[in-house]
C-alpha cells in the first residue's frame, strides 16, 4: 500500500511531465516567447529556459545527422592509392 506524500510525488511527477510536453508543443507550434510560454504553463522561465535549449540541442542534433549521412557511392573513387607504412598523413595528403 502507497503512502499518501509517494502518491504525491507520482502525481507532482505527472504534473511536471504534463508541463514539460506543453512547453515543447508551445516551443515547436507557435510563435509565443519563452516568458509567455512559461506564463502558459505556469512554470518559472528559468525553468522553461532549460527546456527549451535542450530541445534545440536535439533538434540541432538531429538535422546534423540528417545533413551528415552521405551514401559512401558519393565521396569514394574507384581508383584505389595506397602508401607504404613508413609515410605518414602528409604524404597521403
Same mark, same amino acid.
Given at each position: ?10 502525481? #507532482?511527477?505527472? &504534473?511536471? !511531465?504534463? /508541463?514539460?510536453? +506543453? =512547453? ?5 507550434? @507557435? ?18 529556459? #532549460?527546456?527549451? &535549449?535542450? !530541445?534545440? /540541442?536535439?533538434? +540541432? =542534433? ?5 545533413? @551528415? ?25
Amino acid at each position: 500500500m502507497k503512502s499518501s506524500n509517494s502518491n504525491s510525488v507520482g502525481v #507532482r511527477d505527472e &504534473e511536471v !511531465l504534463r /508541463k514539460k510536453e +506543453a =512547453v515543447t508543443f508551445l516551443y515547436r507550434y @507557435s510563435d509565443l516567447s519563452n516568458n509567455n510560454i512559461a506564463q502558459q504553463v505556469d512554470m518559472p522561465a528559468n525553468e522553461v529556459q #532549460r527546456i527549451i &535549449e535542450k !530541445l534545440s /540541442k536535439l533538434n +540541432a =542534433v538531429r538535422l546534423f545527422e540528417q545533413e @551528415s549521412t552521405t551514401r559512401i557511392e558519393k565521396i569514394m573513387s574507384s581508383k584505389v592509392v595506397s602508401l607504404d607504412i613508413s609515410k605518414t598523413a602528409a604524404d597521403a595528403a
